[in-house]
Structure formats: structure tokens, C-alpha cells
């Protein structure tokens, strides 16, 4: 079986032409190019991995995001072929690779180190992987000098050192090496944690330009969900060896399927149902009944009622909202464009509202105020 | 401050220094200054000459030295080959097994070489462990496995083993797991991983313990005395003769120049090339 990288020799011009035709929309030719069939692993007892199906199709940007320890990280290692799985199956295309060890699999990584080798300079680097193949000097080089285009990076820094690059540039060279495998799908395994605030957005950026124009599939792993939305076309959410919720990013965060997806997909007001018969009523909050009924909140509902912060907004006295509570409020933080408040029930309970810079207000220490939400624009959580 | 911090120094080195001059220059010197003394004399107040250098080449004594660096330089190979993967596993795999077998291979040293050697010399010989076991069992005799070269690659190898393995260790540590990964991960298969990334990444290690080992086995003397009987005569041999059984002091000492000479610039042209701050941790 031979399913080795089609060995797409860098053919100079034609290459750079296929990426400029490249300039289309990623889900021009929505056709899997991976299939992960009950993917499961266990080390020692441990389940690392627990039955994971997943398809992507092909030019698509999928990021998968979960705290540490959720599996996401063993699950990379899987598909590109650096850990065996227990059981399952991962299909590329039509053939099957589980058994295929990582050399022989025309996946590649950007390790979250990115694993550049110290003893080679930029353009050795970039053309590793076309030495492995044994392509003619020449050509490797005209290739690494596209790809030192392509990342952005100057040509002189073909014969640059790797310990003479700041850590924005030494990203691009792992990505150019990367490339210039040529993968079918490329894998990421938070190339970017390791950078500052400013730089990672920036390059954040770049590499979703980078995926439109070179077409290629990319699978990012992440646990910073802020990246996640960025980047990808769809997100995974991942928890404990299985995929929580997986949807596109606006999907995820306004409709989650589950209180950890809310939570986890930054801030949020969640009010538990109250399970006591009669009406439909909500913890810390009043609902209006006319409101719920139009909502289609039947008595009996279980589950949460999420607001997201800048779905809530500070009552005026006398205004009404379909859902509204009283509190003091706490604090005031700026963000920039927005602002947000802290808001204190009585129950406890700490509202969180995010206003944009506009209609900030003015308040005192210890000042009463009405918060509230329209169901409109809330999201139910049905519990499982 | 600087001042004094210099001249405390100088102080504090001082002691080595004298100590290196008294033990390890002046003897040097007097032998350089009685390799150009004429033959069989036993004192330094004589006029110059080369006589020793040209008997050396007349009387075929570089044969001798061209033994010692074949059979040191087939030993370094063979060492090295066999090192690597012990030193590997020890660096990368076997984890805290690696102690047991470091205070193992570190024991061996605890005990002299000659008798270990020995050791050999009643395991190899005619009448020995194996001819002897062999003879009993089957009925036919043979001559022994002593006295000739391979053995005393053999006892070279088993002998200077350590010093292999543990520079080599040493330096396959430092080359880093994930530069490994990426490189089979971007299609390298296994050789090309050692040749591209392990290879020159554990540099260091590898040029320390083949200049050790190979310092080592060319002045080595006691395995061809002892396992290879007279089947070879090793420099070291013909140096020792020359100050003993040959009486004559100026041609053991051109013998010894040459030796010092030529294994010298081997290792010099070693050193120049190896960063020891590397291997020594001070950076990465």
C-alpha cells in the first residue's frame, strides 16, 4: 500500500499560480477528506480518548478546543500518526490510515514547541521535508524562497539562523516547513501559546488568511476559545475524551448544548429552572409568564436559562424586560469598546453586563438598579 | 574590585599551575630534549642530532605506530556502532533503568585492567572456559582464541567501553524528543532521522567520546601484551622496550614524540570543532 504524500514536486511558477487560483472559499468542494470512526484510547486504565467521530471536509478550518486534559492534544497525536489508537478508525479520503505510521502519512504537524531543528538554518529547515523526498537542491530551494514569500518572511532569511529569529518569525518557519511537505491536511498543536498578546492576534489573522489562500485543510487545537473563533470554520468542543458540542462558532456560542459549552465558551449568566410544578420559573430571576408562554416554556421545563452579557442590559427605572432582577452593583471594568458591570442580586447571585462604551452609566456604590433580557435573545439549555 | 578579583586569580591558580609544570611539562620537556640526543646516551649534555627520528624510520618503528592507530581507530568504530543504541535507550527509554545499568558498566571500572583481562586470557585460551568445554563435549581440540588482532580489538573495545558510552549518552540527551518527532512526522523514515537530526544534534557527545576512547586505545598497551601475545607490536610496547630491554633512551622518547605528535593533532582538530559548552549544559 502506498499512500504516501503525493510527492507534488515544487514546480516553481505552476505552484505559486495554484496557490494564487487557491483564492476562493473554503467550502468550495465539500467532500470529506477525513472520517474518525468511534476513535477511542486508554493509557493504563485512562481513557484519554473516549469514542470520537468526526468528519471534515476538505479546505475546511476546524479548531478543537477544550481545557488541558481533555483529550485534545492525544487525539492530534492520533490522526497524524504518533500514538496508536485502542480502537477505531481515521480515514483519509478512501483509504484507511490508522496503520500508516506517521512518516508515511501525508498529514503534518506544527508542533506546539514547532520543533524546529537548532543545527539548520531557515531555508534548511523549510526544505527538510523536500530533502527527505530527495528533490533536486535547486528546486528546493526556488520552493523554500515561495514559502519564505508566502509566510511573509524576507529571502535573505534563507541562510538566517534559527537562534537569530524572534519567536513571530520562527512560527512562519515552522509553517513554511510545514507547507512545504505539501499535506493533505495540516494539524496545529497551539503553535501560538507560547506568544505575546499582540503577536498572537496578529498571526492569528495571517494563518486564517493563509488558509483561504493555500486551500489546504487545516486542524487547529487550541484551548483558548478567543483563537478558536477567530480562525475555524467550525469549532470542537472537547471534554473529557469526547466532543461536547461541535457547530460553527456562532452556533456554539449562542445556542450551547450543555452549561460546560456555555461556560466554556466565556462569560455568561445561567438561571437554573426551578423544578416546582405549576409555572415556569427561573432562580435569582422573574419571568414574565406571557412572555415564557410565547417563548414556548412549557411548566416542568429542566435546564438553564443563559443570557450572554451584552444580551443583558441595565433596567431604567419603570422599564420592563421579559426577564428582571434588582441588584447593586458591584464594579465597573472597561474593555476597551465595551464596558462591563457586576450586579449583585439579592440571592447572591452576580450578574454579569456588558454595555458598549455608549451607553455606559453613571452609578454610585451600594445604588440600586434593575437588570433584565428579552427571551428573545436568551438561549435555553435543555437538560439531558 | 576587578583588580583584585585578578590577582586572586592568579593566586588561587597558582598551585596548579606549578604542580602542572613540576608533573606534567618538565618530564615532557626532558622527553623532547632526549629524543635528539644521540643514541644509547643517558644525559642531556650531548650535541643534537636526529639519529633517533631517523632509526625510527629505518628500523621500521612506525609500523608499530601505524598498528597502534589502525587497531585504534578500528576499535573507536566498532565502539561507536555498538555504543550508540545502549547509549540511546540509556538517554531516551529505559529511564530509571538507566541508573542501575550506569553504576553497572561504572563497577567494571572499579576493578583493575589487567585483571580483567586476565579473566579473558582463562576464558580464551587453549585449555581455557571455552576450548576446554568445548573439547569435553565434543571431542576435538583447538588452538585457543588468543593472540591475534582481532582479540585485542576485542579487549580494546571491552576494556574502553565506558568511555564511549557515557559521552555518547551525554550527547544523544540534548538532541530534542520533538525535533525527533517532527522530523519522522515530515517523512523521515529511522536513518534518515539518525543522519539528519540525531547525528548532528548529539555532535558534541559523539566527538568527546570518540576522541577519548581513541586517545585511549592508541597508548593502550596492556591488551596486546596480555590477549594478543606477540602478535603484533603495538607503539606503546616498542617505547617501553626502549627504555627497559633496549636501553636506549633518546629512541623510546622520538617514539613517544611521535606518538604525542600524531594522536595530539587528531585530538586538537577534534576539539577545535565540538562546542564543550554545550555538553557541559552552559547552553543550549
Known amino acids: 500500500m502506498n499512500i504516501a504524500a503525493p510527492v507534488r514536486l515544487p514546480a516553481g511558477k505552476a505552484d505559486l499560480s495554484r496557490q494564487a487560483e487557491a483564492l476562493r472559499p473554503t467550502h468550495m468542494n465539500a467532500q470529506p477528506i477525513l472520517r474518525v470512526v468511534d476513535l477511542k484510547k486508554t493509557f493504563d486504565g485512562f481513557t484519554a480518548l473516549d469514542s470520537v467521530n468526526l468528519t471534515v471536509d476538505d479546505g475546511e478550518f476546524l479548531a478543537i478546543v477544550g481545557p488541558s486534559g481533555s483529550g485534545k492534544t492525544t487525539l492530534i497525536r492520533l490522526l497524524v500518526g504518533m500514538e496508536e489508537q485502542t480502537s477505531g478508525e481515521i480515514w483519509l479520503r478512501d483509504s484507511r490510515i490508522d496503520n500508516v505510521p506517521a512518516n508515511k502519512r501525508p498529514t503534518c504537524m506544527v508542533f506546539q514547541s514547532l520543533a524546529l531543528f537548532p543545527h539548520r538554518s531557515v531555508g534548511e529547515n523549510i526544505e527538510f521535508p523536500l530533502k527527505i523526498r530527495g528533490v533536486d537542491p535547486a528546486l528546493r530551494r526556488a520552493r523554500a524562497l515561495e514559502l519564505l514569500d508566502l509566510v511573509r518572511l524576507p529571502q535573505h532569511y534563507y541562510g538566517k539562523r534559527i537562534q537569530q529569529c524572534s519567536g513571530g518569525e520562527r512560527q512562519r518557519v515552522a509553517l513554511a516547513r510545514a507547507l512545504a511537505f505539501d499535506p493533505e491536511i495540516l494539524f496545529f498543536d497551539e503553535p501560538l501559546s507560547a506568544l505575546d498578546f499582540r503577536l498572537r492576534k496578529m498571526l492569528e489573522k495571517e494563518l486564517k488568511d493563509l488558509h483561504q489562500r493555500t486551500g489546504k485543510t487545516f486542524i487547529y487545537i487550541t484551548h483558548s476559545l478567543e483563537e478558536a473563533m477567530v480562525m475555524s470554520d467550525r469549532i470542537a468542543i472537547m471534554r473529557s475524551g469526547r466532543f461536547e458540542q461541535l457547530g460553527p462558532a456562532e452556533e456554539i456560542y449562542a445556542k450551547p448544548k450543555s452549561r460546560f459549552v456555555a461556560e466554556f465558551m466565556g462569560e455568561v449568566n445561567l438561571f437554573r429552572a426551578n423544578g416546582n410544578g405549576g409555572t415556569v420559573s427561573f432562580e435569582h430571576v422573574t419571568v414574565d409568564p406571557a412572555a415564557a408562554a410565547k417563548r414556548g416554556l412549557r411548566p416542568g421545563f429542566s435546564g438553564d436559562l443563559m443570557a450572554r452579557p451584552e444580551s443583558v442590559r441595565l433596567l431604567k427605572p419603570g422599564e420592563r424586560a421579559d426577564v428582571m432582577a434588582t441588584g447593586i452593583v458591584e464594579s465597573e471594568y472597561l474593555l476597551g469598546s465595551r464596558v462591563q458591570y457586576l450586579v449583585r442580586l439579592a440571592s447572591g447571585y452576580k450578574v454579569t453586563v456588558e454595555l458598549s462604551r455608549e451607553n455606559r452609566v453613571t452609578w454610585e456604590p451600594g445604588q440600586s438598579m434593575g437588570v433584565g433580557f428579552d427571551l428573545d435573545r436568551a438561549h435555553l439549555i435543555q437538560e439531558a | ?284
Not at chain 2, 20 to 43: E, N, R, T
Open chain 2, 1 to 284: 574590585m576587578e583588580r583584585i578579583n585578578q590577582r586572586l586569580g592568579v593566586l588561587s591558580a597558582l598551585p596548579v599551575v606549578v604542580f602542572l609544570a613540576a608533573g606534567f611539562l618538565a618530564p615532557l620537556c626532558v622527553v623532547a630534549a632526549f629524543s635528539i640526543m644521540p643514541q644509547k646516551v643517558f644525559s642531556l649534555a650531548n650535541l643534537p642530532d636526529f639519529s633517533s627520528y631517523a632509526l625510527m624510520i629505518q628500523e621500521g618503528y612506525w609500523e608499530s605506530l601505524l598498528v597502534s592507530l589502525a587497531m585504534a581507530f578500528a576499535a573507536t568504530f566498532i565502539l561507536f556502532v555498538i555504543c550508540w543504541p545502549l547509549a540511546f535507550a540509556m538517554a531516551k527509554v529505559f529511564g530509571r533503568f538507566t541508573l542501575v545499568l550506569t553504576i553497572g558498566v561504572v563497577m567494571t571500572l572499579f576493578v583493575s585492567e589487567n585483571i580483567r583481562l586476565f579473566g579473558w586470557v582463562l576464558t580464551l585460551m587453549k585449555g581455557g572456559l571455552i576450548e576446554g568445554y568445548w573439547r569435553s563435549w565434543t571431542g576435538q581440540s583447538f588452538d585457543g582464541l588468543l593472540y591475534n588482532v582481532p582479540v585485542i580489538i576485542f579487549g580494546l573495545v571491552y576494556v574502553y567501553l565506558p568511555f564511549m558510552l557515557f559521552p555518547l549518552a551525554q550527547g544523544i540527551a540534548m538532541v530534542p524528543d520533538d525535533a525527533r518527532q517532527a522530523a519522522f512526522d515530515l517523512g523521515a523514515n529511522r536513518w534518515q532521522i539518525f543522519r539528519e537530526v540525531e547525528l548532528p544534534l548529539s555532535a558534541p557527545g559523539i566527538a568527546v567520546g570518540c576522541l577519548i576512547t581513541f586517545v585511549l586505545t592508541a597508548g593502550a598497551i596492556a591488551e596486546s601484551k596480555l590477549l594478543g601475545g606477540r602478535a603484533v607490536i603495538v607503539i606503546s610496547d616498542e617505547i617501553e622496550r626502549s627504555f627497559t630491554y633496549g636501553q636506549n633512551w633518546p629512541l623510546g622518547s622520538a617514539l613517544a614524540m611521535t606518538l604525542i605528535a600524531v594522536v595530539g593533532s587528531f585530538a586538537i582538530f577534534g576539539v577545535t570543532r565540538i562546542d564543550l559548552d554545550a555538553i557541559m549544559g552552559r547552553k543550549r
